[in-house]
């Protein structure tokens, strides 16, 4: 079981940035693939960002060219920057750590951008 504790969220006004981290707490956290999803009331939960252990990324099309997944494997950490926010970034924002088929979440974190 991997512990997820994600930060950075909070309120911006549309087109600000914030950068969310995610630590966790494994040793083996380079062989992870580490996601980032987002969910708002009534959705489902929507991949957002990925990062393989390779550090091939992928994106959903509602942010490319906007946010950017990074991770460091010595500090065992994921980081999401999202600049150019909009209302419609709002949501509750989940890190994910990935190995074969085990998943572990992070607790979530808030974004919420006023337009």
């Known amino acids: 079981q991997v512990q997820l504790v994600e930060s950075g969220g909070g309120l911006v006004q549309s087109g600000g940035s914030l950068r969310l981290s995610c630590a966790a707490s494994?040793?083996?956290?380079?062989?992870?693939?580490m996601n980032w999803y987002r969910q708002t009331p009534g959705k489902q939960r929507e991949l957002v960002a990925v990062i393989t252990d390779g550090g091939s990324t992928n994106y959903a099309d509602s942010v490319k060219g906007r946010f950017t997944i990074s991770r460091d494997n010595a500090k065992k950490t994921v980081y999401l920057q999202m600049n150019s926010l909009k209302p419609e970034d709002t949501a509750v924002y989940y890190c994910?750590?990935?190995?074969?088929?085990?998943?572990?979440w992070g607790q979530g974190t808030q974004v919420t951008v006023s337009s």
């Open positions: 994910n750590a990935r190995i074969g088929s085990l998943d572990n």
């Open positions: 494994t040793r083996i956290f380079s062989l992870y693939t």
